[in-house]
């Protein structure tokens, strides 16, 4: 290849040819600049064609799972947790079914496992109250937190490498978080340290073990590596940490969840490395982010698929101190493909729509499309950040592009309406609004390092925007 290249090199073409070939050469860079040009006329289709294809397709592809006609009702509380993961082993083995849980209160002495081909009925006046005792939920099993691998107490109720799988009815689940798990928040800085330079280092992760003498809280629910998963109906509150969490999973619906708050650190629904995901008509009252989703944390999250594919639609938001949506910051394997739609956010005592990340990260958040949204109040508005907290000083640039907002209307902002914050190194691109309504808001925006960003019909304090930034 060396001589090669010395020989070419060493060619000698004719003047005229040169001129021909740089009069070639500067058309085409011409060409590709103007291919490239971001317009209204641009945007406006991208979105129609997003919305319109794209969209349509992915939800064709997710279908909730069926299950074999055998139900097993289930009344025992005599050792209650043990005698059901029973009963869902041997269901099952037997090519699976529904176990219908009989209307009561039942204490859960630690983890519930779901197994393939098992859908778990919580009938109506169910009231499932787990434990608050830290060693019923061992010993530990794989878990992901904060988008780290580890081995870790045992989320309430957890699935491995299962298909086909559900929880359904209009039975309520309670992690009782407030009776103990809250306490660890502040407990948690050391253990947290530690297992994020585990993954920045790669150690394996059968040596990652936490759990009993550490602070880590498990998630409400967690389901990693499934496939086929429907979450219908019921409702769930007091999580010791993030409420539904399925990582690395496929073909998941979430339909009419009743998501209250826990403590702190109560994500309501956090997709993480995700495929083919449809959350609608849920309701989410949480402390934290109502819907985050999730891509792992820096080394660690490089190895896995991005979350992609993602529809979110006909949702009740509110949340106190966090946001009504968010991408990030956990989001290194990369996020795109997500459409949001048709739902309302009633207050944040932070963002209502936050896309956050650092240069520790690397990954991507593009193909992100949301329309007919209403917000009441929020202390931000839109926020993109690319300097969120806990940076260690890497240079692992974020990509951020194509971001397409319409019909999205907050009536107050208490404190900014727009923060776009791109870095020179990577700057965020190709983002569009249209007929975007900030009622009242003190600070306007603010806009630095960011490519192709146009405003359509969009108002700040009842002041139109100039379209193009």
């Known amino acids: 290849m060396q001589s090669r290249t010395k020989h070419i090199s060493s060619l000698k073409y004719p003047k005229a040819n040169w001129l021909v070939l740089l009069s070639i050469f500067l058309c085409a860079s011409c060409s590709s600049k103007a291919k490239k040009e971001f317009t209204q006329e641009h945007a406006e289709k991208h979105m129609a064609k997003a919305w319109d294809t794209t969209y349509l397709k992915i939800l064709k592809a997710i279908k909730a799972p069926t299950f074999k006609e055998q139900t097993i009702v289930f009344q025992d509380t005599t050792d209650f947790r043990n005698r059901l993961n029973t009963a869902i082993t041997t269901l099952s083995a037997s090519g699976g079914g529904t176990i219908a849980i009989d209307s009561g209160t039942y204490l859960v002495k630690g983890s519930i496992f779901l197994k393939s081909g098992v859908r778990l009925y919580l009938q109506k006046g169910v009231e499932l109250q787990f434990s608050h005792n830290p060693d019923h939920y061992l010993p530990v099993v794989k878990s992901r937190w904060e988008g780290t691998f580890l081995r870790n107490y045992s989320p309430l109720i957890y699935a491995i490498d299962a298909e086909n799988i559900a929880i359904t009815g209009e039975g309520l689940i309670n992690g009782q978080a407030e009776k103990s798990w809250y306490t660890w928040k502040e407990k948690q800085k050391a253990d ?110 490089w190895l896995y698929p991005p979350s992609e594919n993602i529809i979110i639609r006909n949702n009740q938001f509110n949340t106190a101190v966090g946001s009504g949506f968010c991408i990030g910051s956990e989001m290194s394997a990369g996020v795109r493909q997500v459409f949001i739609e048709n739902c309302t956010l009633t207050s944040s005592g932070k963002h209502a729509f936050q896309f956050k990340s650092n240069p520790d ?38 990509t951020y592009r194509d971001f397409y907002f319409q019909n999205i209307t907050i009536d107050t902002t208490t404190h900014q309406s727009i923060t776009l914050t791109g870095r020179q190194e990577n700057p965020i691109s190709r983002v569009y609004f249209e007929n975007c309504t900030i009622g009242r808001a003190p600070v306007f925006e603010t806009i630095q390092e960011i490519k192709d960003l146009l405003f359509a019909q969009t108002t700040i304090n009842g002041q139109a925007l100039p379209t193009k930034r």
Request: with cysteine; net charge positive; charged share 20%.
């Open 192 to 301: 947290k340290k530690v297992l994020r330079q585990m993954g920045n280092d790669q150690v394996p992760i059968a040596e990652r073990v936490f759990g009993a003498g550490h602070y880590l809280r498990p998630s409400a629910i967690e389901l990693i590596h499934c496939k086929n998963i429907l979450l219908e109906g019921f409702s769930v509150k007091g999580a010791p940490f993030w409420t539904v969490h399925p990582v690395l999973s496929k073909n998941i619906t979430i339909r009419g969840l009743r998501i209250g708050a826990g403590t702190t650190n109560d994500d309501g629904i956090d997709p993480e490395s995700c495929q083919n995901v449809l959350i609608e008509d849920c309701i989410i009252n949480t402390h934290d982010d109502c819907v985050a989703i999730k891509a792992g944390r820096d080394q660690d999250g």
């Open 361 to 398: 990260r690397g990954g991507f958040i593009t193909s992100i499309f949301m329309r007919n949204i209403t917000v009441g109040i929020a202390k931000y508005g839109f926020e993109f950040t690319t300097n969120y907290k806990g940076w260690r000083g890497n240079t692992y640039f974020t």
